[in-house]
């Protein structure tokens, strides 16, 4: 075993300024308790803020012959990042998004945007006052109240108080039609089998119609293009981030090559030189709405705009829109395999998919002037971009066969030796030279339709499908491939009644993984019947510890591997290096998964088209940028609000007619509100009660500083997103202090708070304050004041997260906590900001937060006790670090007091396990008490996978 760290207060250093938080003996107390509290201007996270390379990289796939044909084309555009001197923010030289007027004439560089044209009064209307739209706006979008609890809501009202806000629903309802902001209406087209029809006994499918509805996309993309919400959320030409090491990095969508790509060829027509490249993202999925009364299926179209940054599409905020209803052709039973139904189908999606964007095909080649969000016109050129769906769709959208993959063509019998790249000009030239039959069998291909792409300029379908995190990495690769292998192995291994037995087993160390914020529970192990995809998210974050010690280690190793993987290409960012270090994960995992071979689990290999995908995401991060801003995470989670809300609110007969009309209000109630919102109109609170319950929920205000803050206004929150100024973690004690006396069960508290003191003052002596005779230590405060939790605020981009990257989580450490026993979580505290990973850090279990004065200054502390790695490397299988608690002689665990300044955030801690059962009395609650030896859990959350590696 290593020798134990040293845990020394002095050594601690602070995780925000990576400075020794403890000044020397002769800078005096009160200087350190000042600095102890000054919080540094936020830091320019790694992931945005690099510093500049000493030269420009050059542009040496610009592929055009001609010179720029001017100055401001030539020289690249600098980010407003750049100021910070950490990055090179590269912009594309010719599609550089320069601002021009109305009529599409350049501005000189720093001129002003032209001012819009003044509203003709400063009124709601058609609201009379705010207090009318804030009520319609709560009653309708917030709330979703029925028409009939509106009208008796009214009732009450006007009984009490007279006249009320609003008559009733059809008056609010009819108040939000008159809203003349982001009107679009819905329309509607029938598509009909156009083929040959039998004479006699013609299947039914064949005379039926299919309506599709639709929105016009380019006044959808229009509207969204010139939102103020996105002012500063978007990227107005294709970029290039070096950082100072002169590595590419990616994030959002305009930072990778596609968009560079595609403005390279735009720019070799001269007409569009300076203009803004406007790529369109597309996603469609069915989804089911269960009821009691049967199934009903939709197909919604989704669409979003790849200017937007990834951060701002995955919160929504109205960036990702419907655009319509595609239809669902049905038949019975007797013509569901019948050749000409499926072919029929398939046209029906490419035909509908183009007559719904035919609207944007002239500015994919003419630029259109169009007002953007900052205020400033743009002469804008149009494209498609990454289409969203999950394997059936795409093998759909790219007209292949079932198995095959739709990016290369890899045969479907042994997809991992791979195969040429497929391309529309490709498949042209094999449509030429063979049939139909010979296109299925040798290369998966629909020889009698095209895709959709083919109609619009610039779009290639192989190229344009986007990666799609949640079905092929986190259901399919994990929970229906991985997870499944491990069950069949313990039956092929042990038999049916030993499997089930240690599959029970499995359940109970899943069930005994302690509380964490953010952690979804399984109390009753994994086996329920149907999984989300956040179910399987969940079960990412404990499978690993619970299996180990009951499978053999080369599928610990397995599982060690793909989890690196799916965490490293779900980061916010991505760089050269962890581009690197995604290859050397997948490798892994290919090299550990052939023991599901040499266990006769998987005797055929591994031919899946979801896991042989993850082989193209490292090319596809390189196109896209980080996939989290294109999975389909993000339009799964758009069908609660647009689809599967809207039809619990309608009154379920023709339920589609009223859904779109809702859509509609609800869009046009949020385009007026950021038009208010714009003209400063919603300023303030309301007067009289709706100052204490405002209608517009704020921000959450979740710490408190010792120098500014407010006071968290919801003790029950564990985790969440935030908006605020960045930093790298901040950690401060929550509301609800108690005054209590030293013994407060810890009867050695003041001792060791003395201790605490003396290593303060101290910092340089040569005898740390837990070695010295406790006389010269300082006198313990007469009186503490204790603390239930407290909140650690830190920039984790790549997990939910605030626009600005930040989140926030709530540490606890009381006596008892919602009827169970107590609750003393973990953290991370900084030992050598110096050295990368857990390396750096110690791991700590919080006894109690608390805070006391000292010199005249408040000094937030905390009690912990420590744990150690039981090793200097993680360990070989499953890739986590080992630690144990520290204890002394006697077998007490060793305590200590440190500021709060130097947690870094909570830590989540899993038991090891071995190869024993866990006993059936045990509760997740004992975990930390009844186990030697403990993982640290770099699989808790993304922002823990980059700091506990």
């Not at 107390?29 to 996270?45: C, D, F, G, I, Y």
Request: net charge negative; with cysteine; glycine share 6%.
């Amino acid at each position: 075993m290593p020798p134990r760290r040293s845990f020394r207060p002095r050594n601690l250093i602070c995780p925000v300024s990576g400075c020794n938080k403890l000044l020397s003996a002769q800078s005096g107390l009160s200087q350190h308790l000042n600095a102890a509290h000054r919080r540094p201007s936020p830091p320019a996270p790694s992931s945005m803020l690099l510093p500049l390379s000493p030269t420009v990289p050059s542009h040496e796939d610009f592929p055009l012959h001609q010179e720029p044909t001017s100055e401001d084309e030539s020289q690249p555009q600098p980010s407003q990042k750049d100021s910070q001197s950490n990055f090179c923010t590269v912009c594309h030289p010719i599609l550089n998004g320069r601002p021009c007027d109305a009529q599409g004439n350049f501005l000189s560089a720093g001129e002003p945007p032209v001012p819009a044209s003044p509203r003709s009064d400063n009124s709601f209307s058609p609201f009379e006052d705010r207090e009318q739209f804030e009520v319609t706006n709560f009653l309708f979008q917030r709330s979703q109240m029925p028409a009939g609890q509106i009208d008796f809501l009214m009732q009450l009202l006007a009984s009490k108080y007279g006249d009320p806000i609003l008559d009733n629903a059809d008056h609010m309802k009819a108040l939000i039609d008159d809203i003349s902001n982001g009107d679009i209406p819905w329309q509607s087209f029938a598509g009909q089998y156009s083929g040959v029809i039998p004479e006699s006994n013609p299947p039914p499918w064949m005379a039926r119609e299919y309506e599709v509805f639709f929105r016009c996309p380019h006044q959808v993309g229009q509207n969204m293009l010139g939102n103020p919400d996105f002012a500063n959320e978007m990227d107005f030409a294709p970029k290039r981030v070096y950082s100072q090491q002169g590595e590419r990095e990616y994030q959002d969508f305009m930072l990778g090559s596609w968009a560079w790509n595609q403005a390279n060829i735009i720019a070799q027509d001269e007409a569009t030189h300076g203009s803004m490249f406007c790529p369109f993202i597309l996603g469609s999925d069915k989804t089911t709405i269960s009821v009691a009364t049967g199934q009903n299926e939709y197909y919604p179209l989704y669409m979003s705009l790849g200017v937007i940054h990834n951060s701002t599409r995955r919160s929504h905020r109205n960036s990702v829109a419907l655009i319509g209803f595609l239809a669902i052709p049905k038949t019975d039973r007797q013509y569901q395999n019948d050749p000409a139904f499926r072919k029929f189908r398939r046209q029906l999606f490419h035909s509908s998919l183009t007559h719904i964007l035919q609207s944007l095909r002239s500015g994919m080649t003419v630029p259109e002037v169009i007002k953007c969000a900052d205020g400033h016109y743009r002469r804008v050129v149009f494209g498609l971009g990454p289409y969203i769906a999950d394997y059936p769709e795409q093998a759909l959208l790219a007209c292949i066969v079932q198995g095959w993959c739709p990016r290369c063509t890899a045969h479907p019998s042994n997809l991992d030796e791979g195969g040429i790249s497929r391309s529309r000009e490709h498949t042209r030239l094999l449509m030429d030279a063979l049939d139909t039959k010979a296109l299925w069998d040798n290369y998966g291909a629909i020889g009698d339709i095209m895709p959709f792409t083919v109609n619009f300029p610039r779009a290639d379908i192989h190229e344009l499908l986007s990666p799609d995190l949640l079905h092929q990495v986190i259901k399919e690769t994990f929970k229906d491939h991985l997870v499944t292998w491990v069950e069949e192995y313990l039956v092929l291994k042990h038999g049916k009644t030993r499997a089930a037995v240690i599959m029970a087993d499995i359940d109970r160390r899943i069930a005994l993984a302690p509380a964490f914020p953010g952690l979804r529970r399984f109390p009753e192990g994994r086996g329920f019947k149907q999984w989300t995809g956040d179910d399987s998210k969940a079960l990412m974050k404990v499978y690993l510890s619970a299996i180990a010690g009951h499978v053999p280690s080369g599928i610990v190793r397995t599982f060690s591997a793909f989890l690196d993987f799916c965490y490293l290409i779900r980061r916010d960012v991505i760089d050269e290096h962890t581009l690197s270090t995604i290859d050397d994960a997948l490798a892994r995992f290919h090299r550990e998964r052939v023991v599901f071979i040499d266990e006769n689990v998987r005797p055929e290999g591994f031919s899946l088209p979801r896991q042989h995908a993850l082989v193209h995401y490292r090319r596809l991060i390189i196109l896209f940028g980080a996939p989290n801003g294109l999975c389909s995470l993000i339009t799964e989670s758009k069908h609660i609000k647009a689809v599967k809300e809207l039809y619990c609110c309608s009154s379920k007969h023709n339920a589609l007619s009223q859904m779109l009309v809702t859509n509609q209000r609800l869009d046009k109630l949020a385009a007026f509100r950021v038009e208010l919102a714009a003209r400063g109109m919603l300023d303030g609170p309301l007067p009289g009660l709706l100052t204490h319950f405002p209608l517009s929920p704020p921000p959450p205000q979740l710490a408190i500083p010792t120098t500014k803050g407010s006071l968290p206004t919801d003790d029950n929150d564990d985790e969440g997103a935030i908006d605020g100024d960045q930093v790298e973690a901040e950690v401060v004690l929550a509301r609800n202090p108690k005054t209590l006396a030293h013994t407060l069960g810890h009867p050695t508290l003041s001792e060791l708070i003395r201790r605490f003191l003396y290593d303060l003052i101290h910092p340089q002596a040569d005898t740390p304050g837990s070695d010295v005779d406790i006389s010269p230590c300082p006198d313990a405060p007469p009186r503490i004041i204790v603390y239930p939790s407290a909140i650690a605020t830190y920039y984790a981009p790549s997990d939910w997260s605030g626009s600005s990257g930040m989140r926030h989580e709530r540490i606890r450490s009381v006596p008892s906590w919602r009827g169970e026993p107590k609750r003393q979580d973990c953290v991370y505290v900084n030992a050598d900001s110096s050295v990368p990973g857990f390396s750096g850090l110690h791991a700590a279990r919080v006894l109690l937060f608390f805070a006391f004065k000292h010199a005249g200054v408040t000094l937030p502390c905390t009690l912990v006790t420590w744990f150690s790695p039981v090793s200097n490397t993680p360990c070989q299988d499953t890739g986590m670090w080992i630690v144990e608690p520290d204890a002394d002689q006697a077998g007490q665990r060793i305590k200590g007091v440190v500021h709060v300044d130097t947690i870094v955030r909570g830590a989540h801690l899993l038991p090891v396990f071995g190869d024993e059962f866990v006993s059936h009395t045990l509760e997740h609650t004992d975990s930390l008490d009844a186990f030697r030896a403990f993982y640290v859990n770099k699989y808790a959350d993304h922002h823990a996978h980059e700091i506990a590696s």
